[in-house]
């Protein structure tokens, strides 16, 4: 990219990023559209392969999964409605998913290294659950963050791409 494309993307990620960072409530709309369409995917795929797998413990991960299709669909079929029961759905999934993990590490007798995992999901999800309104804040404040520190350091990295990209060759 050229100096002129670098400054104009990096002004132009700077712009979305403080949209996003003043209008959190917006980002998270647009974020979950997408989010719904993945979360449908991802979880439709990990109940065919708990349908199919031979472990008695699979039956752990087809419970966190259903509610992840639920959770798909409110988010795809309205978002206004998603923004208001999204986080008490996440706060819920996090916790179902936290638990049906947990129970399948102490039931399988897995490494007790694992349990970190499951543990945070369980924490997390009460969070949630408790406090709706932080997942909602904090997606588009983190976003815009994001997008406005890209936004500086493509500008301030465009003398580096220069010299990055003149890569002298010998014959």
Do not use: C, Q
């Not at 974020?31 to 708990?50: D, K, M, P, Q």
């Not at 991960?61 to 998603?82: E, K, M, P, Q, Y």
């Amino acid at each position: 990219m050229n100096k002129k494309g670098s400054y104009i993307l990096g002004v132009f990620l700077i712009i979305f990023g403080i949209l996003f960072i003043f209008s959190p409530a917006n980002t998270f709309e647009t974020i979950v559209l997408i989010a719904g369409v993945s979360i449908i995917l991802f979880n439709v795929i990990r109940i065919l392969f708990a349908l199919k797998s031979d472990n008695p413990y699979a039956a752990y991960s087809i419970t966190g999964s259903i509610v992840g299709v639920i959770f798909g669909f409110i988010l795809i079929s309205s978002r206004d409605t998603a923004i208001k029961v999204i986080p008490v759905l996440l706060g819920i999934w996090l916790l179902v998913t936290g638990i049906s993990s947990f129970l399948f590490l102490f039931k399988s007798h897995a490494n007790s290294g694992l349990i970190v995992r499951p543990v945070l999901k369980i924490i997390l999800g009460a969070i949630t659950f408790a406090l709706p309104i932080i997942p909602v804040i904090a997606t588009g404040i983190v976003l815009g963050i994001i997008l406005v520190l890209a936004g500086v350091t493509t500008i301030v990295n465009v003398k580096d791409e220069e010299v990055i990209y003149k890569v002298k060759v010998k014959k």
